[in-house]
């Protein structure tokens, strides 16, 4: 099991960025696979970005392309999602979460660990 924890969030105007980091403690962070979710009230949690173990292959949700980007930074066992031109339908709590499978999964039930969420509210 790895630990995760969030961290970067807060209130932004809408065009704004965020970078929001997910550090990680426990098992080996570079075997795993991460990827960065997001619930609005009243909705499902839905996908939004992941990286593979190496962090050559990425994968975005098509209302997040362009804007957002994922890396990884396996000497500091921290993945980190760079939020750009921010709208108010990004209002959400983040979270992120690992898989040892150590791929760019889209689907929440493929991850193993998941961290406790971090709050972004954008403003309009």
């Known amino acids: 099991q790895v630990q995760l924890v969030e961290s970067g969030g807060g209130l932004v105007q809408a065009g704004g960025s965020l970078r929001l980091s997910c550090a990680a403690s426990g098992r080996t962070f570079s075997n795993y696979g991460m990827g960065w979710f997001r619930q609005a009230p009243g909705k499902e949690r839905e996908f939004v970005a992941a990286?593979?173990?190496?962090?050559?292959?990425?994968s975005y949700a098509g209302s997040v392309k362009g804007r957002f980007a994922v890396s990884r930074d396996n000497a500091k066992n921290t993945v980190y999602l760079q939020m750009n031109s921010l709208k108010a339908e990004d209002t959400a709590v983040y979270y992120c979460?690992?898989?040892?499978?150590?791929?760019?999964?889209?689907?929440?039930?493929?991850?193993?660990?998941w961290g406790q969420g971090t709050q972004v509210t954008v403003s309009s």
């Open positions: 990286i593979d173990w190496s962090g050559r292959t990425t």
């Open positions: 979460a690992g898989n040892l499978v150590g791929a760019a999964y889209r689907s929440a039930g493929n991850y193993d660990d």
